[in-house]
């Protein structure tokens, strides 16, 4: 199958049947799993592709409740495939239309993502991460946006990360290129948090557990206003979430769902999207 982006073709049929992934969907929670640790897990083409089809048909699936990504071996991701940026003779165009698509789709899912680190999380596996919801990362795990040493300038995390942790350390992580530490990294509110490696699945654990807890169309509405306001000053953003705020309590039914179901002593019952 192809796919079509502004400046063209940037995947064939026979890419697609090569997937560094695995896929699964239990419990109400979807799962993609990156799995290439001999590459320390860096995402080709197809994989991508891949994982964009995965989350588009998550998306649509009321019984899915959260998304997390994590991976198999020592690294989270250390971003994209060199090895194919050489074979397509260095051009951006199939790479920064797919990230791109990725990192959209992300945003727009509807549904919570979490992002489980563990080792290194670097150039296009970092940009990943910062486009999740909610990141937790083992206290060995490592991040970094090496672009500069590549001759490359990376403009997926600039604009979030500047919102993030600010001009200044902006500057930092992209023209420095240094690696983070998982302490530091939450220190600047570059992660949610972060634990003893060996207590990371237990910790995911509970935090999507607590995600599937709460109301999937409050969730949804919340996520897409959050997002959107990104887009706008303070004062402009405020009023779009109060907006969708009074539209759902006049519209939807969550709002005396939680309500009585507090003062009634009762896990509520939320109704589906």
């Known amino acids: ?4 982006g502004r400046n063209g073709y940037y995947a064939d049929p026979g890419e697609r049947r090569m997937v560094n992934a695995s896929f699964t969907v239990a419990d109400s929670v979807a799962t993609v799993t990156i799995d290439r640790p001999d590459k320390l897990n860096a995402i080709d083409l197809p994989t ?8 588009e048909t998550y998306r649509d699936d009321d019984d899915v409740r959260v998304v997390v990504f994590e991976s198999t071996g020592d690294a ?4 994209g495939d060199l090895g194919e940026v050489v074979s397509k003779n260095y051009q951006l165009t199939p790479f920064t239309e797919s990230w791109e698509e990725l990192f959209d789709l992300l945003h727009s899912l509807g549904k919570p993502t979490v992002a489980k680190v563990d080792g290194y999380a670097l150039g296009g ?6 486009h999740t919801d909610v990141v937790i990362a083992s206290e060995d795990a490592v991040f970094g946006q090496p672009e500069i040493d590549l001759g490359l300038v990376n403009h997926f995390s600039p604009p979030l990360l500047h919102r993030t942790v600010g001009l200044r350390k902006t500057i930092e992580i992209m023209m420095l290129g240094e690696h983070i530490g998982a302490e530091r990294a939450a220190e600047m509110g570059l992660i949610t948090r972060t634990v003893p490696a060996d207590d990371l699945d237990d910790e995911v654990e509970s935090v999507v557990a607590e995600l599937k807890s709460k109301p999937p169309r409050i969730m949804k509405k919340l996520k897409e206003a959050l997002y959107d306001s990104l887009e706008m000053s303070p004062a402009s953003g405020r009023k779009h979430i109060e907006r969708v705020a009074v539209e759902s309590v006049r519209e939807d039914p969550d709002h005396p769902e939680g309500v009585d179901a507090l003062l009634e002593g009762r896990e509520p019952d939320w109704p589906e999207r």
Not at 1 to 4: D, I, K, P, T, V
Not at 48 to 55: A, F, G, S, T
């Open 1 to 4: 199958m192809y796919r079509f």
């Open 48 to 55: 991508k592709m891949e994982i964009i089809d995965r989350l």
């Open 76 to 79: 989270f991701s250390a971003g």
């Open 125 to 130: 596996g970092f940009d990943l991460v910062l």
